[in-house]
């Protein structure tokens, strides 16, 4: 167990819906990564923040967003989803100084 | 940018014998190397990396890397495979320097099949 808790497992929506992923890091890590996993695309680094802000953007669609809350927790918020959105969604944290970062079990989110 | 190469989608290795998953990087400054393996509906789980000092570096399970920086190279090893590593497993890279871009660029993935 990597301490990181990403809730829910499973995700069945339509397309045009919007949902809302969630991530807990480990205790008194302050930087949380969002990371999707596509067969396509493989692991795409999506956003990063670190303690409640927004320190790095990567390949994340502007229907996508995300924010970290002072309790440290993020929420990854997907709206008028595509069917390419079908995805795992991973959520990451880190310390303040740490290299590795530990994975949650991530979000498997279907679009149909 | 920084850039992750697994060159091999699939490899085969007999059980008990050596396993190597090959990794090559490209990043503008010294980096940061890590593995990690990806077991069915699981998260990655964390197995080694690579900061500073000897080459040679041990992790979880019993594998181990050989950073080359000459090379450019991050091969993962096991000495002796078990059929229990048969996994996906990706190398990843991050900029040593600015705080701020600590983010990790990874490899497509080596699916690692151990034959009994």
């Known amino acids: 167990d990597s301490g990181v808790t990403q809730t829910p497992k499973h995700l069945i929506t339509a397309t045009g819906q919007r949902v809302t992923l969630r991530c807990s890091p480990r205790?008194?890590?302050?930087?949380v990564y969002w990371y999707q996993q596509s067969l396509d695309q493989g692991l795409q680094f999506l956003i990063h923040?670190?303690?409640?802000?927004?320190?790095a953007k990567g390949n994340i669609l502007e229907r996508f967003s995300a924010q970290q809350f002072p309790d440290l927790h993020s929420e990854l918020n997907l709206s008028s989803l595509e069917l390419g959105d079908s995805a795992l969604y991973f959520c990451?944290?880190?310390?303040?100084?740490?290299?590795?970062?530990?994975f949650g079990q991530g979000t498997r989110l279907t679009v149909v | 940018a920084q850039s992750v190469a697994q060159p091999e989608d699939q490899v085969n290795v007999a059980e008990g014998n050596p396993l190597t998953v090959k990794c090559t990087y490209s990043v503008s400054g010294n980096p940061y190397l890590f593995w990690y393996v990806q077991y069915p509906n699981r998260g990655l789980q964390f197995l080694l990396k690579y900061i500073t000092g000897d080459n040679l570096v041990k992790g979880s399970y019993g594998f181990e890397a050989e950073f080359n920086k000459s090379q450019t190279s991050f091969h993962l090893k096991k000495p002796s495979a078990l059929v229990s590593d048969s996994a996906l497993y990706f190398c990843a890279v991050r900029d040593r320097v600015n705080f701020g871009n600590e983010k990790l660029t990874f490899g497509t993935g080596t699916r690692l099949t151990i034959i009994p």
């Open positions: 923040y670190y303690n409640g802000e927004e320190r």
């Open positions: 990451a944290s880190s310390t303040h100084l740490g290299t590795e970062a530990f």
């Open positions: 205790s008194g890590d302050l930087s």
